[in-house]
Every structure is written in C-alpha cells, then in structure tokens.
C-alpha cells in the first residue's frame, strides 16, 4: 500500500509537471530524493519514462475531434471524393505530417545518443542550470513580444518548416534534462512568432509520437515480465497521471488565453536555485 500511495504522488507530479513548462524531470529527480519507490534500478527508469502514456492518454482524450484524421463529420476537405479516402481528413493529415517532421531531430538524436545524454546529463546540477536557463529565457521571450501580434494564430498556418525549426528546441529538451519537453517546444514557438495557444496545443499533439515511441522502447528493454507489485505500481502512476493531467491541460488552455508564461520563468528560476542548493549541500555532505 506504501508503494502504491507513492506511486499516486509520482502520477500527480508527472500529471502537473508534463504539460506546464516547469520540467517533469527537474520535479522526479526532486521528489525522488525525499521519497523513493522500493523497486529495482531497471523498473524505476522504465517507470518515469512509461507514467508518462496516462498522461498522453489526456491529451487524446481532449483533442480528439483534432487529431483524429478519420470521419465524415466535419470533413470540410477530405482527401478523396468517394471510397476510403472520403473519410480521411486532409487537414489533420497534413497535421500530422508536420507533426512528424517536427519529431525527427529528437527522434534521430534520441536513438541514437539518449543513454550517452542520460549518463552525462542526468544530474541535480544539470538539471537546475537548464530550468534557470530556460526560466530567463521564458521570461525575456514574453517581454519581447510584449505589446505584438503573433504571425502564426492557428494551426494550419504552422508550416513544415516551422515545424522542423520547434522539433529543433525540442531536440534540446532530449539531451538536456530539465529544459522540459513543452517549455523547450513552446518556447521556440513563441520565439518564431506562434501564439500561446497554438504553441501550447502543438506542443501537446507533438507529445504523442514522442512519448508512445519512448515508452515502447523503455517497455521492449525492460521486457514484459512484471511483477504484481510492478503492474500495480506503474498503473497507479500511469492512471494517476491521466487524471490529473486533463484538470491542468484545461486550466493551461484557460490562463494562457489572458495572461503569460513569466510566471513559470519565475518558478523555474527559483526552483533551478533550490535544486541547486539541495544538490551542492547534499555534494559538500558527501
């Protein structure tokens, strides 16, 4: 019960974490110092990969209507005029596809450096730096565009190459733990001229391929032989994770319609500074 009580309160940091711009990573590697779960090495780093399909699972539950490429019902331009391709929405395949170009910097590094990037930047320190880094950076970025339009106001209007130019801020999230996937992502999105809410929902539908490829790799390396203990543990994380990540998706959807991201700059700041004060007194002790 100890075990499964922990594994909610991952699933509730992982559900908040993930989609606000404040890093999932910085917040487990915090969390894991004060309460470690009572499982093997190998189980532990498939789990923070694997809780994060429930919190997926939120957003394909919320945007379905947008990232589902399939139906008549509001089929304003299909691809075909009869047969299979009359039910195939051209422009959430066209989304998608832009999706996908967005996904292939992270994808290519990914597989073929992430065990070098984990063992070299995995590290409290690390990760402080890139949460204040990225913190500053979130703030100079809104008072930039402070008082301007966006040029990009809709998804459609995301081109190929903006796509590439934010998979690229999303590469940097995959070798530096701590810039946070959605902060990098949305970053870049405000830097190029996106809006906040285009930014933030392309940022959410990115998450999709990029955490379904994760987790199926971290699953296949670990195999499929879990124990009771281990099933129950990671569904507990992952359905923890689902639920709370539809309640803060809806609320970061609402906020960001009338106020800015300075004030996760300012959070990730200062908990950039508290990790690395806990890290360095915890390294001096040592």
Known sequence: MIEFLKAVLFGIVEGITEWLPISSTG?????????????????WEMFLVVIQLGAILAVVLLFWNQIWPFGKKKNYDPVGKSGFLSYCKKDIWVLWFKIIAACIPAAVVGLLFDEFFESLFYNGVCVAIALIVFGIGFILIENRNKGKAAKINSLSEITFQTAFMIGIFQLIAAIFPGTSRSGATILGALLIGVSRTVAAEFTFFL???????????KILKFGFSFSGNEAMILLAGMVTAFLVSVIVIRFLMSYIKKHDFKVFGWYRIILGIVVLFYFGIAGIMR
């Open 27 to 43: 917040h487990m590697i915090l969390l894991d110092e004060f309460v470690k779960l009572d499982v093997s090495q190998e189980f």
């Open 207 to 217: 998450a999709i391929p990029v955490m379904f490829g994760a987790s199926l790799l």
